[in-house]
């Protein structure tokens, strides 16, 4: 369980009170922050290779989780907002600009949960945890990317 824990916690930053999953999504989109900053084009595939992974992970720590606490989405477990805020960045250049807006559309997408975003939830176990925050990635990625289109800076 502690294993699972950590991991589902997203090395306990869903341990911290008050907003774990906006933290975690902080947490995410900083650690991108700082790996561009040191390797400039991250390239997609190297960010969707993370976001399977952490995943995979994902799905078993928050079963894990939830089944001991006997709550679906405990609000601990928050591999699922990272593994959503890192896909929102899959084919975004990576700018202080981007990580921002990329970082607001997610939560926006995360806690609105428009059709059928919400819809996701209701998946069984594990993957009901990460499925709805993995479409709101691809749906903050998509709204970056428009704005990136239409030349909004």
């Known amino acids: 369980m502690h294993v699972a ?22 947490a995410a989109a900083s650690a991108l922050y700082g790996i561009s900053r040191l390797k400039p084009g991250v390239a997609p595939e190297l960010l969707l290779s993370a976001v399977c992974l952490i995943s995979l992970i994902g799905v078993i720590a928050a079963d894990t989780v939830a089944r001991a606490e006997e709550r679906k989405d405990p609000q601990k477990v928050v591999i699922d907002e990272i593994a959503g805020q890192i896909l929102t960045f899959a084919w975004v250049p990576l ?10 559309l997610f939560r926006a997408f995360d806690i609105w949960k428009p059709y059928p975003i ?7 176990n594990g993957v009901g945890v990460l499925a709805d925050d993995l479409l709101a990635g691809v749906f903050a990625c998509l709204s970056l990317q428009l704005g990136l289109w239409a030349g909004l800076r």
């Open 5 to 26: 824990l950590f991991a589902a916690s997203g090395c306990y930053i869903g341990l911290i009170p008050g907003a774990p999953g906006t933290y975690a999504s902080l």
């Open 95 to 104: 700018s202080v600009w981007t990580l921002l807006a990329g970082f607001l």
């Open 118 to 124: 919400r819809k996701l939830e209701h998946l069984p």
